[in-house]
């Protein structure tokens, strides 16, 4: 089956850093979503981006599907964005459900 | 509009008692998902359904069962609940190659 790694696998900022967060995959998709999951354990969507760009506030994300790459930038860190965040993929006739990566844990201190 | 939803919230059950997980969700959609969360690790697909009266196997289905007998439900059942399957269980929908919108969770914990 396809194959996601993301990293790095954990990352430590202060409030106002930037980051990029990378998600690379080993086969074609017909979907790849980005989510956070909270302290609390809840997954909350953030991106559905199978190509291109998206932007919501201080949150981008980039897919190069011929790459098989996708890019999570998150802008002027906020300690509301610890967690960890997962990259997701659907590859095939899109009946089966999504393969994610093992996750970037991220921790932003005040 | 409450999205997907499961019940319970959180269960402790014995080796060898049984137990239902329902999800539901109110977005017409299709398809349907039953993942589990291992600690450290991704979601990993346990079962799913592509409409009403339909189930198939994911990638870890052993020890679990799934019903769909309304579009809107998606049931997943441990007929002899083993300590392997202390979890937390999340629940998806979607459209065919959409994205997918998640439940709140289930803690399960197998003494």
């Known amino acids: 089956g396809i194959q996601v790694e993301q990293s790095p696998p954990d990352l430590i900022l202060q409030e106002g850093a930037n980051s990029t967060l990378r998600c690379n995959f080993s086969?074609?998709?017909?979907?790849l979503q980005w989510f956070h999951q909270n302290p609390w354990g809840q997954l909350i969507n953030l991106f559905y981006?199978?190509?291109g760009t998206k932007q919501n506030g201080r949150l981008s994300a980039t897919t190069v599907a011929t790459e098989r790459y996708s890019l999570l930038y998150i802008s002027s860190s906020q300690t509301t964005d610890s967690g960890v965040y997962f990259c997701?993929?659907?590859?095939?006739?899109?009946?089966?459900?999504?393969?994610f990566g093992k996750g970037t844990h991220l921790i932003i201190q005040p | 509009n409450a999205g997907v939803t499961q019940t319970p919230k959180f269960r402790v059950l014995k080796t060898g008692q049984s137990m239902t997980l329902l999800c539901a969700q109110d977005m017409n959609h299709e398809y349907m998902y039953w993942y589990r969360q291992d600690p450290g690790m991704g979601l990993r697909l346990i079962h799913y359904s592509v409409g009403e009266g339909t189930t198939a196997k994911g990638e870890v289905p052993d020890g679990y069962n799934v019903s769909r007998l309304k579009k809107q439900n998606f049931l997943l059942g441990l007929e002899s609940a083993a300590p392997s399957q202390t979890s937390v269980y999340f629940c998806?929908?979607?459209?065919?190659?959409?994205?997918?919108?998640f439940g709140p969770g289930t803690r399960l914990l197998v003494l």
């Open positions: 997701a993929v659907l590859s095939g006739g899109g009946a089966d459900g999504l393969t």
């Open positions: 086969d074609s998709v017909n979907n």
């Open positions: 981006i199978p190509s």
């Open positions: 998806a929908s979607s459209e065919a190659g959409e994205t997918q919108y």
